[in-house]
């Protein structure tokens, strides 16, 4: 096994242990070896100036929603004319420029310190809704896509079957997102097997997209598995009055009473929940994955994050629509969000929104990473101290500073399983991540 040393000017140890100075982690293979304190770097170790952090796990991603940043964000309307421009963009594309998109979406994603992300994928088939020659040849195309940017991918591949709860029969753009039936997805997805970089997921889409019966399929599969299970629960509460009209139950109620819910599965959104629902989803350890610069942006709400916590769900955090990607941006959103809806601050820690950044991400997403801690998979983010937003950072306060100050271009040095990635601000995979970008974009602007 090769061996590295990295050492921190300073690094996060955790909630519990907070931020330590002159840091030498000892990485062999792919996985921390040992975590020193307080030590002078060894001959030969590489030197991270600022301050080292686990890699940062965005947990909800729709990586070709990328080419609608800048053009959905103007006028009226709400998530549902959104989601027609959405639409428009899945409809163009094919699995080469999906490839390209998603490879450069993985790689912006790697400058702003992310090492794995969880890829909520329904764009399984041609625009027609017919197969291709290999039935998961869009999800093949993901899994390059991170392999290319240098991150690791979680690939939930997602049932899709219905255009809503009152039946109807996906149509227009839907059609390739559909399998048919929960049996043809099972299979189609059961040929996607975990491999170095990858982890298989199961995905819900919603209530809205997957009946009952169909849920609790999906639901045994993944447990089959112990693969995570993700599924977009009451982003709107449209979708909340549709499910009671529908079923006499609330979303997270269906999600209970289908088998959907527990401690490897996350709920995304979690938006609009009353009482008992917050009660459901702590009660069974369900994590939630908050995504609040696109809850923000598509006017869905403010999520009761603190009361979930409080309930027993963990948080993790994800960038979802990409209209910004940086995953200190989520993390204060989550408190500063609160702040405006409650008139009080103070309702979460910095140091619990930097672990549901990292850790609680990593645990959602199926990864044993996260946490500078020996026999975890070595990811370090490292933070520059010399930005003006950076500048005046105290060891006491770095968390702070970090969580309420920090952007995603204040991300100089990342590695993934112990291979560096960006360096200097760098990526080292992609040589030129804005031109890869605007390649990509344009390519669909243009068909
Ligand atoms: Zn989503």
């Known amino acids: 096994m090769p061996l590295s040393a990295w050492h921190a000017q300073l690094a996060w140890l955790g909630p519990g242990r907070g931020m330590a100075e002159r840091v030498l982690v000892e990485v062999e293979g792919e996985r921390i070896a040992a975590v020193t304190e307080e030590v002078d770097p060894p001959a030969g170790a590489a030197r991270l100036a600022g301050v080292t952090i686990p890699g940062l796990a965005n947990g ?16 009226r309307g709400d998530f549902w004319t959104w989601r027609e421009l959405m639409y ?20 912006e994603m790697a400058l702003a310190g992310v090492t794995a992300v969880g890829e909520f994928h329904y764009l399984h088939h041609d625009p027609a809704g017919r197969p291709y020659a290999d039935p998961n040849r869009m999800g093949e195309a993901l899994v390059e896509a991170a392999g290319r940017a240098g991150v690791r991918l979680t690939l939930i591949d997602a049932c899709y079957l219905r255009a809503g709860l009152d039946g109807q029969p996906l149509a227009g753009a839907q059609v390739r997102f559909g399998d048919g039936h929960a049996d043809a997805w ?81 709920a995304v959104h979690a938006t609009h929940l009353d009482d008992p629902d917050l009660a459901r989803l702590g009660a069974t350890g369900t994590t939630v994955c908050l995504c609040p610069t696109t809850e923000r942006d598509l006017a869905d709400g403010v999520g009761p994050a603190r009361a979930l916590a409080d309930a027993g769900s963990p948080l993790c955090l994800g960038s979802d629509s990409h209209a910004v990607v940086d995953l200190f941006e989520e993390a204060r959103a989550v408190e500063l969000d609160e702040r405006l809806v409650t008139g009080r601050r103070g309702h979460h820690r910095p140091a619990d929104l930097l672990a549901a950044a990292t850790g609680a991400g990593m645990d959602a997403l199926g990864w044993d ?79």
Do not use: K
Not at 215 to 231: E, G, I, T
Not at 385 to 406: E, H, I
């Open 186 to 266: 099972a299979a189609r997805a059961g040929r996607l097997r975990d491999r170095p970089g990858l982890r298989v997921a199961a995905g819900i889409h919603s209530v809205r997209a997957v009946d009952p019966a169909a849920m609790a399929a999906v639901a045994a599969w993944a447990a089959d598995r112990q693969a995570p299970l993700h599924l977009h629960l009451s982003e709107q509460l449209a979708e909340n009055e549709a499910c009671l009209a529908a079923t006499g139950r609330t979303p997270a109620a269906l999600a209970e009473s289908t088998g959907v819910l527990g401690p490897r599965t996350t």
């Open 60 to 75: 909800h991603s729709h990586a070709f929603h990328r080419a609608l940043r800048g053009r959905t964000q103007r006028g």
């Open 88 to 107: 428009q963009v899945a409809a163009g594309l094919d699995p080469d420029r999906y490839l390209e998109l998603a490879t450069a979406a993985y790689a």
């Open 369 to 447: 990473a996260g946490r500078l801690a020996p026999g975890r998979l070595a990811d370090l983010v490292t933070v520059g101290l010399g930005s003006v937003r950076m500048a005046g950072t105290r060891p006491a306060d770095a968390v702070d500073q970090l969580v309420f100050a920090a952007t995603a271009a204040d991300v100089t040095s990342v590695v993934v399983s112990g291979r560096q990635v960006v360096e200097d601000g760098r990526h080292l995979l992609v040589a030129d991540v804005p031109a890869a970008l605007d390649r990509a974009i344009a390519a669909l602007d243009q068909r």
